[in-house]
């Protein structure tokens, strides 16, 4: 096995359990938790709630699906992203360049699954200080998808190729 194909296994096997995470916790919150209608909540720490909310919009609510066509434009949308990611994560052949895109594709996964199945996402985590919401409240999806995206924006910013040293070049004329 080479190591590109093992990276590449490192990476579904990541994208594989972000998705398996994320349905289990939604089974979980919407099942064992009774949380089905928007709003209701079960207390878990001072700073920290599990409290069902329906998203039928993207991230931070925009592109709202506010009907039938919209919502399938949703999946139709997202699901291209995430082919993009895939056939990136193809690409790539570093476990640290695989591994975000890995977050990524999971999470977009789950999402897409709870919008063709329930015509929204499910969202459940609330973290609060006092009234305070740094986010919004969101799943696992959504954050394996943004610390994804973190990843890839850091690396991009401080893994840039240093021009290449010219000090034996001739000097360009003006």
Known sequence: MTHIFRNRLIGFA????V?????????AVTGPLGLNEDGEQVVLTPFFNLTRTSNYGVSL????????AMRWLLVALTATIAAVVLVWMLREKKL????????VLGGALGN???????GHVIDYADLHFGDWRPFLVFNLADAAITL??????AR????????ADNAGAAPTET
């Open 14 to 17: 990541l994208a594989a359990l």
């Open 19 to 27: 998705l398996a995470l994320d349905l289990v916790i939604k089974w």
């Open 61 to 68: 609510g925009l592109l709202t699906a506010t009907s039938p």
């Open 96 to 103: 640290w360049d695989i591994l975000p895109l890995a977050l």
């Open 112 to 118: 897409i699954r709870d919008r063709v199945v329930f």
């Open 148 to 153: 994804g995206v973190v990843f890839i924006l």
């Open 156 to 163: 991009s910013f401080l893994s840039r190729e240093k021009p």
